[in-house]
């Protein structure tokens, strides 16, 4: 949580996000996907390749996942930038 212009150092404070991540092989924030002016993430879980969306909160926070894609098994790489 940098302040605006800030950059980020090893001491610069940090949100936990949460647990359970080692479950997901890709993670990427392509932007705002919910609309709401907030830069969302993306997760592919590794084990089924679905894709999962976690909307980004108000208060910094993660929303729980919400499946959006099944079973991108043969893309190696998932990215995005814009408006989506």
């Known amino acids: 949580r940098p302040g605006c212009g800030k950059p980020l150092t090893p001491t610069t404070p940090?949100?936990?996000l949460g647990?359970?991540?080692g479950a997901?092989?890709?993670?990427t924030s392509p932007g705002d996907l919910t609309g709401d002016g907030r830069a969302d993430l993306l997760?592919?879980?590794a084990s089924t390749g679905d894709i999962h969306?976690?909307?980004a909160k108000s208060d910094?926070?993660?929303a729980a996942a919400?499946?959006?894609?099944s079973a991108w098994t043969t893309y190696t790489k998932v990215?995005?930038?814009g408006d989506l």
């Open 14 to 16: 940090y949100r936990t």
């Open 19 to 21: 647990t359970g991540w």
């Open 24 to 27: 997901y092989n890709i993670l």
């Open 43 to 45: 997760a592919r879980q």
């Open 53 to 55: 969306l976690f909307a």
């Open 60 to 62: 910094g926070t993660l």
């Open 66 to 69: 919400r499946k959006i894609r």
């Open 79 to 81: 990215v995005g930038v």
